[in-house]
């Protein structure tokens, strides 16, 4: 990577000790690594009280019921995103850094995937047991439910920054994100109920990827617009 | 280019989908109405509204102790 | 160019230049929407399998198609707004999101009624009713998020950066009549080919959805100077106009 005149510090550097920051910080709030985890397993243990025991019912409705799980963990996980940054101004410095801000917020944004939708989907082949799956549906869930979640991670870190400033914003953030959350929604959950079918799930998969790869390529400089809004404000 | 119901009986029956087709054209080109009057509202509130301020500002201006009294009504931006 | 842009985005300018508009834009946009509603109602042929429950299509293809217009036009003056820092862009913007809304629930509404005759049900969970209903959430954000902020400019900025996120939606809601292509039928218009139905059909349809375009722009134009009037309610050309006095200086 280049390194600019008036940065000592290489990009690739910066990159790598914001995310590891990042990860280091998560890593030592336990409480708060365990969250998004913990609101997936209550939110999975929801569905059979509510819907009955029966097996075979479950496993027909479990694609859709671990990714709509998982799509709120991750909503309620989005707000941490930024939050203590920006309380302890730390955000601020990473504002001022004389790198481009759209490869640090990636950093952030990649240390918070790692620890929720990443993790959701290490974990998701232990729920997907429990909702009665057939295990060789497993790797379909987590693999939908691990590239799902970087896009929802991504879009995510838009309207979390848009909200960052806003008094009480838990339910405008819900608003803001979930229609945005539809497309990786139709597509992760499809795709993991063709696999229960026994389809190939390929082209869903390429989507899915196109999805990505789009959200790679724009939502970071949204964010670091919003980011720069908020913090003007 | 003609009517194409033969009396207005018809015409409102629709011939037997009155019911649907009513309420639909009323609901959107209700929306429409209430948009156009609102601006029509709006217009008149909006320059009321700076009439009184500049009436309040000038009868501060003519009173004694203006210079205690902030002039500025309008919110903070 | 730039002088162009300038002289937009001067709010005195802007002002005394669209007012003689208005009364031209309102009119034609009342005559449009008259002929196309009465072609629609009383003189277009009813569909051979929908019979008359067709004529909501004259009130229903407008307001779609206005919901999603309204979208991008918004995006435009975002970007309007955020690259050139022009208030009027803002403004319209702002003005224009709470009549897109209506208009995606004007669509959704006329959609409901319409699907009871023709799929006898007024809700299906089929891509287009879908991805319009998640366009209004869409709208309420943005209403939504500028409302929150207490500052007017960062409010601004805010519902700015949304509307350029949520007309990534715009394709989404395009596409997915292709994607899922299910009991909806495929969009009424399209560029490359001939209108399927008569032209008996589509011209009162052409009406009302030029009508409901002229409308869209008169209404944006009518709130965007009232919106103007309030945020230079100090300036000195504003105070003039709502005192009725002279138009010198």
Not at chain 1, 135 to 146: C, D, E, K, R, S
Not at chain 2, 30 to 42: D, F, S
């Amino acid at each position: 990577m280049s390194s600019s005149d008036h940065s000592r510090v290489s990009l690739r550097r910066a990159f790598c000790s914001v995310l590891k920051r990042e990860l280091v910080l998560r890593f030592r709030r336990r409480q708060e690594l365990a969250g998004p985890l913990l609101f997936f397993a209550l939110v999975v243990v929801l569905f059979p009280l509510g819907l009955g025991p029966e097996p075979q019912r479950l496993a027909e409705l479990a694609p859709g019921l671990l990714w709509v799980a998982a799509l709120l963990a991750m909503l309620l996980s989005l707000d941490g995103l930024f939050r203590n940054d920006y309380d302890d101004g730390t955000l601020e410095q990473l504002m001022l850094s004389p790198h481009p801000q759209a490869p640090l917020i990636v950093a952030k944004v990649l240390a918070h995937w790692l620890v929720s939708g990443f993790a959701l989907a290490l974990f998701s082949p232990l729920f997907s047991a429990m909702l009665g799956l057939p295990w060789q549906q497993w790797w379909a869930v987590a693999v939908t439910l691990a590239l799902g979640s970087a896009t929802l991670s991504l879009v995510g870190s838009i309207a979390a920054a848009l909200t960052l400033g806003v008094q009480r914003g838990g339910v405008l953030l819900s608003l803001l994100v979930l229609p945005l959350y539809t497309p990786v929604l139709i597509f992760g959950a499809g795709a993991a109920q063709l696999a229960l079918q026994g389809a190939s799930i390929a082209p869903q998969l390429a989507l899915m990827g196109a999805m990505l790869a789009i959200a790679l390529g724009l939502a970071p400089w949204a964010t670091a617009a919003a980011l720069r809004l908020t913090l003007s404000d | 280019m003609t009517i194409y119901f033969a009396s207005l009986s018809d015409f409102l029956a629709m011939n037997g989908y009155a019911r649907f087709v009513w309420p639909a054209f009323a609901v959107v080109l209700g929306i429409l109405l209430i948009a156009a009057l609102y601006g029509r509202y709006e217009r008149r509130a909006v320059l009321a509204d700076i009439r009184r301020q500049e009436r309040r500002r000038q009868a501060l201006d003519d009173s004694p102790q203006r210079a205690h009294v902030s002039t500025d009504s309008r919110s903070p931006s | 160019m730039w002088r162009f842009i300038h002289k937009w985005g001067s709010p005195k300018w802007f002002y005394t230049t669209t007012g003689p508009w208005l009364p031209w834009l309102w009119s034609a946009a009342l005559i449009l929407l008259i002929v196309g509603v009465v072609w629609g109602l009383a003189i277009a042929p009813p569909d051979r399998y929908q019979h008359d429950s067709a004529r909501i299509l004259y009130v229903h293809v407008p307001a779609a198609i206005l919901a999603q217009s309204c979208f991008a036009v918004m995006a435009v003056s975002a970007i309007i707004f955020l690259v050139w820092k022009i208030k009027i862009a803002d403004i319209a913007a702002m003005v224009m999101a709470p009549f897109g809304a209506a208009m995606t629930f004007a669509a959704l509404f006329s959609g409901a009624v319409w699907g009871i005759p023709t799929w006898g049900t007024w809700w299906v969970w089929d891509a287009r009713l879908t991805s319009m209903l998640i366009q209004l959430f869409i709208y309420l954000g943005v209403i939504g998020l500028r409302a929150s902020f207490t500052s007017r400019d960062s409010g601004a900025r805010a519902a700015a950066i949304m509307t350029l996120v949520g007309v990534v939606n715009l394709p989404i809601i395009k596409y997915s009549v292709v994607w899922w292509n299910t009991l909806h039928q495929p969009a009424t218009f399209s560029l490359d080919k001939a209108p399927a139905m008569p032209a008996s059909m589509w011209l009162p349809l052409l009406f009302s959805v030029l009508g409901f375009y002229l409308f869209f722009a008169a209404y944006t134009l009518t709130r965007t100077r009232n919106q103007l009037l309030k945020r230079e309610a100090r300036s000195r050309w504003v105070k003039e106009i709502a005192l009725g006095t002279g138009k010198a200086s």
